[in-house]
């Protein structure tokens, strides 16, 4: 009786081993068929951490007015990823607010509502309070900006002065003072 039990146990755990072995080799394949359709498509389906020269991320989310905003491949953007209660981010965003675009989009995302004075705002400036596309862009860390041209990541940086380097970095390029 005791054989047969071990002989039973065995065969048991061999048909796990093969069935783990399946599933590995399914989810490889799973992960080497959406890397194709990424390559193929030209478009990111999964959240990481992008680099510059990656696709951007899309996203659709509402914005501090309540419409519905969109990245779009045509047009220059700006994303700022900032925090409530950091103070370098408070900086930028007095900054941003005295500021006019130049023709592009500014989306400034946030885990929390960011409060502020939206009639002080450029129509262009998105205030959107967004856990998902912070995690899709990959930003753990705050304040950080990413540019966007023709849908493609030109910069992405973590701010770690001021205002100042804001400016330097983005300013000139993308704003003009009111």
């Given at each position: 009786m005791a054989n047969f039990n071990e002989l039973l146990l065995w065969t048991f755990m061999i048909i796990q081993m093969a069935i783990i072995f399946l599933l590995a080799r399914l989810v490889g394949s799973y992960i080497t068929k959406l890397n194709q359709l990424e390559a193929n498509m030209n478009i990111k389906l999964r959240g990481s951490n992008v680099t510059e020269g990656d696709i951007a991320p899309?996203?659709?989310?509402?914005?501090?007015?309540?419409a519905i905003v969109t990245l779009r491949a045509d047009k220059k953007a700006v994303l700022l990823f900032l925090q409530p209660s950091c103070s370098k981010c408070k900086e930028i965003l007095s900054y941003i607010k005295e500021q006019t675009t130049l023709g592009i989009d500014v989306f400034i995302f946030s885990k929390e509502e960011i409060v502020q004075n939206?009639?002080?705002l450029s129509e262009q400036i998105h205030l959107v309070t967004s856990e998902t596309v912070i995690k899709n862009y990959g930003i753990t860390d705050f304040p950080a900006v990413l540019t966007i041209e023709n849908g493609r990541i030109i910069e992405k940086m973590l701010l770690r002065t001021n205002v100042e380097e804001f400016s330097e970095i983005v300013g000139e390029r993308y704003f003009k003072a009111s």
């Open positions: 899309a996203f659709r989310e509402y914005d501090h007015k309540n939206s009639a002080q």
